[in-house]
């Protein structure tokens, strides 16, 4: 396939399946997102006129719009992040076992049971989370909180069968990541949906990498500046975006998200994209919120509007601490998010779409 000529729809669901295996077999915890990071920056260089890694370790690639823009205001910042849920040791017992706390938004019952691979400085080791043995009566107090479903992470804890002296040569101390093995992150078909752990946020990466790539086949409707920023941190703390916000010229920012399929917010699993109205950090620009939403009608497709309340988004982040003047969230309708999570066959690709017209869209002012 030459550089002008756009993908089929076989071609580009082929493409969207493989690249979203290699991102989810990638290891990503909050600040060490070494192994996506590599994958989005060998993707956008094929796409961008720019790209390279700040100092925060978000990756960023520039592609440039025909309008001139001296102030750099009508730039956009297109963003979602590397990192994911996972876990950093607490403390190493001496008999080699490893207890854990969250690393993100996580509680013991997102990972369940698992092979592990804890991430030492000198080198990754498997291991295994342990809710204990299911034999046990209440009289134990690791059983008796088991047993009864209110699981907590003094609860766990990780079997290496190493002792703490070998542990310590390879490198596993207090704050070493530990992420699900790799051995479970193959995704697994169910009927015309994929699932697998960490749809969270490798769904959205890969939409908007499709986005770059078709963006490049369009480049005369490309209006302003377009930044696709891969952030570091979000589930913890929001940091790489809040310094890649400081740092790049633009008044709006978008976050590229899953959204929860849940009754509460009357959101469904289908192709459609959820446009989030606002969360827990705040309410998203009226006129970026609508703005999405037509540019996804004009995809054909029919936008689900949701105010996750329960949620939080780099977007939302940024506009709330104002170093954004304006800000959206566009979200891949996901069942089960933090776990075993779910999105149907199109939904990237539409997420994508609708990211491009979007863009496309845009004129010199947008309202608020």
Not at 200 to 209: E, I, Q, S, T
């Amino acid at each position: 396939m030459s550089d002008n000529q756009t993908p089929s729809p076989r071609d580009t669901q082929e493409s969207t399946q493989t690249l979203l295996s290699r991102l989810l077999m990638a290891r990503g915890p909050g600040g060490q997102e070494d192994e996506v990071r590599a994958i989005c920056l060998e993707e956008l260089r094929r796409h961008c006129d720019e790209v390279w890694t700040d100092r925060a370790g978000n990756v960023i690639g520039l592609l440039k719009g025909r309008e001139p823009d001296p102030d750099g205001k009508h730039a956009v910042r297109i963003m979602g992040h590397m990192d994911e849920i996972a876990m950093l040791v607490k403390r190493v017992e001496p008999d080699g076992t490893l207890r854990v706390v969250a690393l993100g938004g996580a509680n013991p019952v997102n990972f369940g049971a698992c092979p592990v691979d804890i991430l030492g400085d000198a080198q990754t080791l498997p291991g295994v989370l342990s809710f204990g043995s299911m034999h046990a009566t209440t009289g134990s107090p690791q059983g008796k909180d088991v047993m009864s479903g209110a699981v907590e992470w003094k609860d766990v804890h990780i079997i290496t069968r190493h002792d703490q002296q070998t542990l310590q040569g390879m490198g596993v101390r207090p704050g070493t990541r530990v992420v699900l093995s790799q051995h479970w992150r193959t995704p697994f078909r169910v009927g015309d949906a994929t699932a697998a752990h960490f749809l969270d946020d490798r769904a959205p990466v890969v939409a908007m990498l499709q986005a770059a790539e078709q963006l490049k086949h369009s480049r005369t409707e490309l209006a302003h500046d377009t930044y696709f920023v891969f952030t570091t941190l979000e589930e913890e703390s929001n940091a790489g975006a809040m310094y890649a916000a400081a740092h790049l010229s633009g008044d709006t920012t978008i976050a590229v998200e899953v959204g929860p399929v849940m009754s509460e917010y009357a959101t469904r699993l289908s192709v459609d994209p959820i446009i989030d109205t606002g969360d827990q950090k705040g309410y998203y620009s009226r006129g970026v919120v609508m703005a999405l939403a037509d540019a996804a009608k004009r995809c054909g497709f029919d936008p689900q509007f949701a105010l996750l309340v329960d949620f939080a988004s780099d977007a939302s982040a940024v506009m709330s601490s104002g170093i954004s003047a304006q800000a959206g969230c566009i979200a891949i309708p996901t069942e089960n998010t933090h776990g075993f999570e779910l999105v149907v066959d199109g939904a990237i690709e539409a997420c994508a779409q609708t990211l491009v017209e979007y863009l496309k869209g845009l004129q010199n002012e947008v309202s608020t």
